[in-house]
Nanobody
Framework: QAQLVESGGGLVQAGGSLRLSCAAS????????MGWFRQAPGKGREFVAA????????YYADSVKGRFTISRDNAKNTVYLQMNSLKPEDTAVYYC???????????????????WGQGTQVTVSS
């Protein structure tokens, strides 16, 4: 069973930057996809970004494209989310997720993911 350990959340000013990390451990083989989702109070879980482990193809929600960058470190089984030009509307709990199954899609559906982190709070002040 895989476990995901997240770090890097916090409070930042609008326009600032933050880098989230998520390390996967356990008997998981190599992940097919790792992704980031977020959930604001009273809102559903929203896709943010995903990366295919083999080849490193990346996918982004339109709301973060050009501002956020997802990357991976294969040796560490770790995925990162570099967040720049942060806006108050980016405020949410951010979740790391891992999908073991190689799929045709881009990993936008939360139902596809097998393991989830506990979430880390990101708050962007005006």
């Amino acid at each position: 069973q895989a476990q995901l350990v997240e770090s890097g959340g916090g409070l930042v000013q609008a326009g600032g930057s933050l880098r989230l990390s998520c390390a996967a451990s356990g008997r998981i083989f190599s992940p097919a996809v790792m992704g980031w989702f977020r959930q604001a109070p009273g809102k559903g879980r929203e896709f943010v970004a995903a990366i295919k482990w083999s080849g490193g193809s990346t996918y982004y929600a339109d709301s973060v494209k050009g501002r956020f960058t997802i990357s991976r470190d294969n040796a560490k089984n770790t995925v990162y989310l570099q967040m720049n030009s942060l806006k108050p509307e980016d405020t949410a709990v951010y979740y790391c997720a891992l999908d073991r199954t190689l799929r045709v899609g881009v990993g936008e559906s939360a139902d596809e993911y097998d393991y989830w982190g506990q979430g880390t709070q990101v708050t962007v002040s005006s």
